[in-house]
Every structure is written in C-alpha cells, then in structure tokens.
C-alpha cells in the first residue's frame, strides 16, 4: 500500500511538509507505522498548484529517501494547496506513470488501497470511462481508473457524489464476478480550491486517514513547538499517518466518511457508494 499528504492553507515551503516533520513522508518511506507495507519504496510524486489554474506534477521512479531533485525542488517550491504520494506498488508496475498524484485540467487525484480482482474487472471498468477522458490515462493502475470513473461521473460538478457513483460501478461490477471486498481506498482530489478526501472500504476495515486540528487550538495547547509557527492559520493537513507525534494534533477520520477542506474549515461527511448512473 501507500502513504500520502495532502496540504491547504497559507503558502509554505514544500521541505517543510515533506522533509522537517520529524515522521515526515519521507521517513514513512522508510519506516511506515500504519501502513500496510511499512517501506514504500516505488516511486513518488507531488502536485501543487503556482501559478495559473494547472497544477505542476514532480513524479520519479526512484524511492523518496533517495532522489535528491526532490530536496531540490521542495526546497524552492511555496505553495497553497500540496499532494504529495510515496507508492509501494499492488502489482503494476514501477514506471513515472504509474506514481501519484494523478492530473488531469486542474484537477489532481492521489489514492491509497487498491481494487480487488482489478485484472478481472479492468475491461469492464474501462469501457465505463468516457470516451473523450480515456486517451488521458497514462498509466496502468487501478487507481488512475478510478480517477478516471469519477471523472466520467461528474467529478468537477459534484465530487462527493462522483467517486460515490465511481466505487458504487466498481462494488457492482465485483457482485458479477463474485469478488468480496473489492474496495480498499483511502483518497483525496482537489481541483486547487477545494480538497475532497475519502476513507471507505467494502469490508468497513479502510486503512488509517487523519486531518489535523486547527492551527490555534494547537499553538494554545502547545506553545513550545516553534514548527507549529512556520503555519498560517488556515492551514489543514490530512494524512494517511501522523507526520509527528504531538497531543491533540490529530483526529482519525470515522470509517465511511469524506473530509471537505477548504478556506480553513474541514468539514466531515458520511461517504456511501452510489449506483452507477
């Protein structure tokens, strides 16, 4: 499985999301503590919105403890709204195109989990996809897919209700060819306002997703942590694992839910699949 971060707030240093926490994204690389896999090792990416509508995408191949052009950019790039991704692949390959974050227009999608019995349903799943959308996938995961689903389904209209729609085909889909349990997702798109993230599994058992307490409840509770000043005060974070071990800073997600962040506030919905329209 994956680990990945997602940022919203006032801009900031990318090095001091990635690199300073001291169980930043690039320890959980090497030693993950929730995750399934506990080194992820096969590839990365970070996407962030500069200027224009278009987010950029640095992806590599290369494990994230070890590619020094990623200190090198995040130590130049400032930046509003952040995805970042370490991959420790299910079973397609270890190629640039294949590493989080996914983009399409403005739109980024980063996913943690997999499809069960993907290879089986994959046919089906892309026949599903719009037409005009399919010549944009890249890749070979099941997660571009499921990007790719809920675009078809209306992601920039609608987001909650899209990937609803868009997990609803694949659970669908996965009752014809007698698959339990085909969905394991912990995921998050934005569109460079707004970031939707996901925590759902067909077996209710989704691994672990957080989103951080607000930024002056925790410089109240913890005045000693000068990292705790390098925020603004609307900065959100939502995380597979904590990127520090610090009292009050966390809250798990509930099982079946979607976090809305935008503007400072973070709002917490059930999320429940849809049927595929």
């Known amino acids: 499985m994956c680990r990945w971060m997602a940022y919203s707030g006032d801009p900031i240093l990318a090095e001091d999301l990635l690199f300073r926490p001291e169980h930043s994204l690039i320890d959980q690389s090497l030693h993950s503590h929730l995750g399934a896999t506990t080194t992820n090792g096969d590839g990365f990416g970070v996407g962030w919105y500069g200027l224009g509508e278009r987010p950029a995408v640095f992806k590599g191949i290369d494990p994230a403890w070890n590619d020094e052009n990623l200190r090198e950019v995040a130590s130049q790039v400032s930046t509003h709204l952040l995805f970042a991704h370490i991959r420790a692949s299910t079973g397609s390959a270890v190629q640039r195109s294949n590493s989080h974050p996914f983009r399409h227009e403005n739109w980024l999608w980063m996913h943690n989990g997999?499809?069960?019995?993907?290879?089986?349903?994959?046919?089906?799943?892309?026949?599903?996809?719009?037409?005009?959308?399919?010549?944009?996938?890249?890749?070979?995961?099941?997660?571009?897919?499921?990007?790719?689903?809920?675009?078809?389904?209306?992601?920039?209209?609608?987001?909650?209700?899209?990937?609803?729609?868009?997990?609803?085909?694949?659970?669908?889909?996965?009752?014809?060819?007698?698959i339990d349990a085909p969905v394991q997702m912990s995921a998050a798109t934005t569109d460079g306002v707004t970031v939707w993230a996901f925590r759902y599994s067909s077996e209710g058992k989704t691994r672990s997703l957080f989103y951080s307490t607000e930024i002056s409840r925790l410089r109240s509770l913890h005045p000693e942590v000068e990292a705790l000043q390098r925020f603004g005060m609307t900065a959100r974070l939502v995380v597979s694992e904590p990127i520090r071990d610090l009292p009050g800073a966390w809250n798990e997600m509930p099982e079946g839910s979607a976090a809305i962040v935008r503007e400072g506030r973070d709002d917490i919905v059930p999320f429940v699949p849809l049927g595929a329209a």
């Open 114 to 178: 997999c499809i069960e019995g993907f290879e089986r349903m994959k046919r089906d799943l892309a026949f599903a996809i719009e037409p005009d959308l399919y010549p944009y996938i890249e890749g070979s995961t099941d997660s571009e897919v499921l990007f790719f689903l809920a675009l078809t389904f209306g992601l920039r209209e609608d987001p909650l209700g899209a990937v609803g729609r868009a997990v609803g085909l694949v659970e669908h889909l996965a009752r014809q060819y007698d």
